[in-house]
């Protein structure tokens, strides 16, 4: 049978990183081909090679049989390539509807697309407003108007880059059916995910990526997630500590706090020594709720104290100096600036680097270059540009930046998304160590295995409502993705 796509000794070099080693792929008409490796190991690279993003070094490209070279995306979309990229490429100041219509051809209007969008939204579960302005969106929605824009490209070859991060296991099986669908109708799909339980489920092989080269092609149905994890990292993955701390005196209450378009207040009490976990799907709330909890925005009529002390109205400043730290779920942007340096990036919330108006340039690059070290961050130095990091690299050095910074709370949203299993554990330990040191840890996640394995309590944010906060040992994963649909009882927090 003749491939879909063939990638033959793919070279890509980078000043500080040899990214694609002879990487050599094969990819079968209606397959589910799995791509695993940790970050930094060359998968994006190559699937932006694929999709006419980044230009080879050396190798050669076929699809359907004939060499072709894919100099650009376009001519990545003429072969019937599309990409759900990681990190986003939406207009922020475009409609749902006007993004999505950009680069499908002139017959797609936004008026077009908005009634395509709604009977793909019907069919996948993949709502989203399409006229709603992308900067208004929380990042799980801004994923899904990726994948509605590929979907409506009518790909012969779809990759996707981490695209269940934000959806409810219900959905995630929705999606998954969907692909089945397509390969059974001959569509061949690239999948990239970090979930190794996900590729065990959905592709019948698996390419393996370690240090930009190809170190194995596996049936994952035939293999155990520890032999993946192995084959992923060289080594034993590292394990999850275990964290029996109880929890201390209340550090953050929150009472009348209103979101944005809420229909009630909200209320609730995060500990001393406790990791308390928020799940739900991306665009009920979570993003405005951290917002209004790390200063960003206010509420007049909210009622928030720290440590005894009101903080309603302090800024994400004077929040910082009462030790209430905070790690948004856009790495980039938000949590750092792409075109500055990492030592330079660590000044965003280093208060402490700053003396007089004058920045302390030595104990900047110190700063930058332990949390490198603590935190096993790849990057090329402490002069390296935020944008030049992977996602996971760069999603650990700013979660190492917050906890070198010694919060007495840290706020976190979607601290593994994108992240291999060895990073991941990694944060996953450091925010058990937070927890162990009493430090209050709030956790938002569309990964119910990441809050089960992380939190003490567990509560869901549905349609900018809260439900009662329950202790992990008391809730299963089922029950709490009914709860993510808004269903729950009137319960004591």
């Not at 019907?122 to 989203?128: K, S």
Request: glycine share 8%.
């Amino acid at each position: 049978m003749t491939s879909r796509l063939s990638l033959r000794e793919i070279v890509k070099r980078y000043p500080t990183v040899l990214a694609n080693d002879r990487v050599s792929l094969e990819v079968a008409p209606g397959e589910v081909h799995a791509v695993l490796g940790e970050n930094g190991a060359g998968k994006s690279t190559l699937m932006k090679v694929v999709g006419g993003e980044v230009r080879p070094d050396a190798g050669s490209i076929a699809f359907d049989g004939r060499p072709v070279a894919i100099d650009s995306p376009r001519a990545a979309r003429q072969l019937g390539i599309a990409m759900v990229h990681q990190h986003f490429a939406l207009f922020d100041t475009l409609t749902v509807a006007e993004n999505i219509a950009l680069g499908l051809g002139a017959d797609m209007t936004p008026a077009t697309v908005a009634a395509r969008m709604a009977e793909l939204a019907a069919r996948y579960g993949l709502d989203v407003p399409s006229q709603a302005r992308v900067h208004d969106l929380s990042m799980g929605e801004r994923q899904r108007v990726e994948i509605l824009r590929a979907l409506l490209a009518q790909p012969k070859l779809l990759i996707l880059d981490e695209p269940t991060s934000v959806l409810t296991p219900q959905a995630v099986d929705t999606l998954f059916a969907t692909l089945r669908q397509l390969a059974a109708d001959g569509v061949s799909v690239l999948f990239i995910s970090h979930k190794l339980h996900e590729i065990r489920a959905l592709a019948t092989r698996c390419t393996v990526l370690r240090a930009g080269r190809v170190v194995a092609t596996v049936d994952p149905r035939a293999e155990t997630e520890h032999g993946l994890a192995r084959l992923m990292i060289g080594a034993d993955p590292p394990q999850i500590a275990a964290h029996e701390t109880p929890p201390a005196a209340p550090r953050l209450v929150v009472e009348h706090l209103h979101l944005p378009h809420g229909k009630a207040p909200l209320a609730f009490t995060v500990h001393s020594g406790e990791i308390l976990g928020i799940a739900g799907i991306s665009g009920n709330g979570q993003r405005e709720l951290m917002t209004l909890l790390a200063g960003e925005a206010t509420d007049a009529a909210a009622r928030v104290s720290f440590d005894g002390q009101p903080i309603s109205q302090l800024s994400p400043r004077q929040r910082r100096a009462l030790g209430l730290r905070y790690v948004p779920e856009e790495r980039l942007r938000h949590g750092s600036v792409p075109e500055l340096s990492l030592a330079e990036n660590v000044l965003l919330t280093g208060d402490d680097l700053r003396r007089r108006g004058w920045i302390r340039w030595a104990a900047m690059r110190r700063f930058a270059a332990r949390v490198i070290e603590l935190f096993g961050v790849k990057a090329g130095g402490v002069e390296a540009q935020a944008r030049s990091l992977s996602g996971g690299n760069l999603q650990k050095f700013i979660v190492g930046r917050e906890i070198e910074g010694v919060p007495k709370m840290l706020l976190i949203a979607q601290p593994t998304w994108g992240v291999d299993v060895g990073a991941a554990a990694a944060i996953r330990n450091a925010l058990i160590r937070l927890r162990e040191r009493g430090c209050a840890v709030l956790v938002v996640s569309e990964d119910l295995d990441e809050l089960f394995e992380l939190c003490d309590r567990i509560m869901v944010m549905a349609e900018r409502r809260l439900s009662p906060a329950l202790p992990v040992r008391e809730l299963s994963v089922a029950q709490v993705g009914q709860w993510m649909a808004g269903r729950w009882e009137a319960a004591a927090g």
